[in-house]
């Protein structure tokens, strides 16, 4: 479908409301599910379902339908991909899937990082981490593989929290109250401090991802590095940050 004719069918659906317009919309939009899926899936892994995430995210998509207004200056595609996002990722915190094992392990990387950046007034290495928790390094590194997906959640709450689009409230109405002003500029204030804890690469990675949304593998051939390599750095960034974020209202905690 080109794009005059997708104006008119959300000009006919805003008009009349029909289960058969509601329906065309949604099949039109349903490459939007299996993109966002298929990038929540990266991180997942065999955990859920990439089909599993795909009918979550329906429920997004369909709620984003029924909630958009075209009157605003902002797109349905980026709108939806945010409901269609929180939808799988709300799912996911009901199911309660990640084992009380990695959770665990995520306290123990993030107390350790804590100690260590205290002691030494830097952020540790791997080999400090390692040593500090009684594991060797490859056990750390597959400790980090494991609590990725806790992660990648907590981050996604994050973001959310500070998005104009993703809130209920910025959406329905046309102004947003001081105290939102306020707690929006509190948490890009942290966001901005935490990504000063990463370096160069690390920083990219999270920018790439979350903000240009580029995958993994198109981010190994920005930066030339291996798809595993920016996996890791993705992995011990998102570390690094929830050791700056996590007190902040408890949006990082599991």
């Known amino acids: 479908m ?41 991180y997942l892994g065999y955990n859920v379902e990439y089909e599993d995430l795909v009918s979550y995210g ?7 339908i029924d909630k958009f207004d075209k009157n605003k200056e902002v797109k349905f595609e980026t709108y939806a991909s945010l409901r269609i996002r929180g939808a799988i990722l709300d799912q996911i915190r009901k199911m309660d899937w990640i084992p009380r094992t ?17 002691r030494n007034g830097r952020p540790a290495t791997d080999a400090e981490l390692a040593a500090y928790m009684g594991i060797s390094e490859d ?21 959310e929290q500070g998005n104009d689009i993703s809130s209920e409230k910025s959406v329905s109405s046309g102004f947003e109250t001081p105290e939102s002003v306020v707690e929006k500029g509190e948490l890009k204030q942290m966001l901005e401090e935490s990504l000063e804890l990463l370096t160069d690469k690390e920083k990219k990675v999270i920018l790439l991802y979350y903000y240009e949304e580029l995958t993994l593998k198109e981010i ?35």
């Not at 990387?109 to 205290?118: F, G, P, R």
């Open 2 to 42: 080109n794009d005059a004719a997708r104006k008119r069918l959300w000009e006919d659906y805003a008009r009349l409301k029909t289960s058969e317009l509601r329906e065309k919309l949604i099949l039109e939009y349903a490459p939007l599910v299996k993109v966002v899926a298929g990038r929540l899936s990266m």
């Open 58 to 64: 329906v429920f997004g998509l369909i709620d984003a």
């Open 102 to 118: 990695i959770r665990q392990r995520q306290k123990q990387i993030d107390t350790a990082m804590k100690e260590l950046e205290q």
């Open 139 to 159: 056990e750390f590194l597959d400790w980090q593989n494991q609590v990725k997906a806790d992660n990648i959640i907590s981050l996604n709450e994050y973001v």
């Open 220 to 254: 190994s051939r920005v930066l030339e590095v291996s798809e595993s390599r920016i996996s890791q750095l993705h992995t011990k960034a998102l570390q690094k940050m929830k050791t700056k974020m996590g007190s902040y209202i408890g949006i990082l905690d599991s």
